[in-house]
């Protein structure tokens, strides 16, 4: 079965910091992996993507994600933390093998304290 | 250019009642998507749309629930006899092409209340 899993809830982080908003997946087949961040009464916004070749990309606002194969990881990551950061991320994933669904997972709320 | 936009933005009804939520993807995005998120939840997939067909209605959780998009551009999800626990903001998202790794732009969402 296709899944996302989003260990945390919360990640608190002070401003100037690095930050990583973890993600793990679960798919049958190749992941199509994504990054959504959703501020507060506004759509959710992509960030990035993992589609395939280089396992590092990066994205708007300065975010980066690593996927991870064997660690089935799709950890979101910034090196330094801006107070304007502060949303709620969704990692999302495509199966590649299992049609047109996408798999959201429950959201981590990121505050960047100042 | 103009974004997703969904209307209304609120919906309150009573259980029982027909209820139906509307969606303008962007123009010229051929691929539309429903989604249901409760709170504290991410966006559950309801149903695709890869032009005016629903190429996968999977998620949609029961026959109540049924989504239209006769043009190929704005959509229309209609929920029948509403229940309590269709509360949620249903999200609607479109794409641009047949990929299925082109990422989706998000509408702000509808905020539907059962009563």
């Known amino acids: 079965a296709q899944s996302v899993a989003q260990p945390e809830d919360q990640v608190n982080v002070a401003e100037g910091n690095p930050l990583t908003v973890k993600c793990t997946y679960s798919?049958?087949?190749?992941?199509?992996l994504f990054w959504y961040v959703q501020y507060p009464n506004r759509g959710l916004q992509f960030l990035l993507k993992y589609i395939t070749g280089d396992n590092l990309v990066k994205g708007s606002y300065g975010f980066e994600a690593e996927f991870n194969k064997s660690q089935t990881s799709f950890h979101l990551k910034k090196p330094s933390a801006l107070v304007s950061d502060s949303a709620l991320y969704f990692c999302a994933v495509r199966d590649s093998m299992a049609g047109n669904q996408f798999y959201f997972g429950t959201g981590t709320s990121l505050t960047v304290i100042p | 250019g103009a974004g997703v936009s969904q209307t209304p933005s609120n919906k309150v009804t009573e259980k029982g009642k027909y209820v139906e939520l509307r969606c303008d993807p962007i123009?010229?995005?051929?691929?539309l998507y429903w989604y249901r998120q409760s709170l504290g939840q991410g966006p559950e997939f309801l149903i695709y749309f890869q032009g005016t067909g629903a190429a996968d209605d999977s998620g949609l959780p029961n026959d109540r629930f049924f989504a239209v998009r006769p043009e190929g551009s704005v959509s229309t999800l209609k929920i029948q006899r509403t229940e309590r626990g269709d509360s949620a903001v249903y999200l609607c998202a479109s794409s641009y092409g047949r990929s299925s790794y082109n990422e989706q732009f998000f509408g702000p969402g509808t905020r539907l209340t059962v009563l």
């Open positions: 798919v049958s087949g190749n992941p199509y």
């Open positions: 123009s010229g995005h051929t691929a």
